[in-house]
């Protein structure tokens, strides 16, 4: 019982993760463009 318990727990925490990754990926992608210039205009 024990077991099924912990799983409950940690699916959300794997959710969690998965949203991170997106928002890291997110994150690299808008420092690329500012370094090349195109995320400043944008943004501006």
């Known amino acids: ?3 099924a318990h912990n799983f409950e727990v940690l699916k959300p925490i794997g959710k ?3 949203n ?3 928002e890291a ?3 690299t ?3 690329d463009d ?3 210039g195109d ?6």
């Open 1 to 3: 019982m024990q077991d």
């Open 39 to 44: 995320g400043i205009r944008r943004m501006g």
């Open 16 to 18: 969690i993760n998965q």
């Open 25 to 27: 990926a997110d994150i």
């Open 20 to 22: 991170m990754k997106f």
């Open 29 to 31: 992608s808008l420092i």
């Open 34 to 36: 500012a370094m090349s």
